[in-house]
């Protein structure tokens, strides 16, 4: 069954440092998005990503959060510093549709700053 | 603005009860989508059920069925017999919009813990 790949499954890193998370959306999704869920809390929409741009993000995804998808395959979210209060899971979803079909997630990067 | 509300913080029931969680939601659109996912421990989200706005049948999948009520806005999961691997948290989330690309909107979820 196509599954949404994410890597790293975790890591760790010093406030300040860019981080970059990668995902590998099923093969034939066309809308991609990355949502963040703070330990305990609920999962919150970052971003949405439509034909290589950004068609939607929350007040969460500023400067410092990025999106590209460099080649067609992969997904990445580039935080540029990160800050203690990124730390989170952050889980990649991709679908076929947009508004109609369910998102299909990966398994989450946990992204830990220190 | 849209919000999805999962008044239940947390449920205990002992293996073989019944439970319903609770959703209820807030949106102006007349077409939306609602959803349910699990996350168990290993912390993936899981889909469970997609309903959309027009369609308020409701639906039975082995143990589990949902109860759409458009008059009370409300979107219950119920899971009967409950068993361990129920052990979770539960989240009701919306979908809205006319045009273009949609964000889910996520209750806080449900942690259900079934005990043996």
């Known amino acids: 069954e196509p599954e949404v790949t994410q890597t790293p499954s975790h890591q760790v890193t010093q406030m300040g440092q860019e981080v970059i998370l990668r995902c590998v959306p099923i093969s034939n999704h066309l809308y991609f998005y990355w949502y963040r869920q703070i330990l305990g809390q609920k999962v919150e929409f970052l971003v949405s990503f439509y034909n290589n741009e950004i068609s939607e993000k929350s007040e969460i995804f500023d400067d410092q959060f990025s999106v590209e998808r460099p080649d067609g395959s992969n997904f990445t979210l580039k935080i540029r510093s990160t800050k203690l209060e990124d730390s989170a899971m952050y889980f990649c979803?991709?679908?076929?549709?947009?508004?109609?079909?369910?998102?299909?997630f990966g398994e989450g990067s946990r992204l830990t700053v220190l | 603005a849209q919000k999805v509300t999962q008044a239940q913080t947390e449920i205990s029931v002992v293996e073989k009860e019944d439970v319903t969680l609770d959703c209820v939601y807030e949106t102006r659109d007349t077409t939306y989508y609602l959803f349910w996912y699990k996350q168990p421990p290993s912390g993936e989200l899981v889909f469970l059920i997609r309903?959309?706005?027009?369609?308020?049948q409701n639906e039975i999948s082995g143990r589990y069925s949902w109860n759409f009520q458009k008059s009370t806005s409300s979107f219950n999961f119920t899971i009967t017999a409950s068993q361990v691997v129920d052990s979770a948290v539960y989240f009701c989330?919306?979908?809205?919009?006319?045009?273009?690309?949609?964000?889910?909107?996520f209750g806080t979820g449900t942690r259900l813990k079934v005990l043996a």
């Open positions: 989330a919306l979908s809205e919009g006319i045009s273009g690309t949609y964000k889910y909107i």
């Open positions: 979803a991709s679908s076929e549709t947009s508004r109609t079909g369910e998102l299909f």
């Open positions: 309903r959309n706005s027009f369609d308020e």
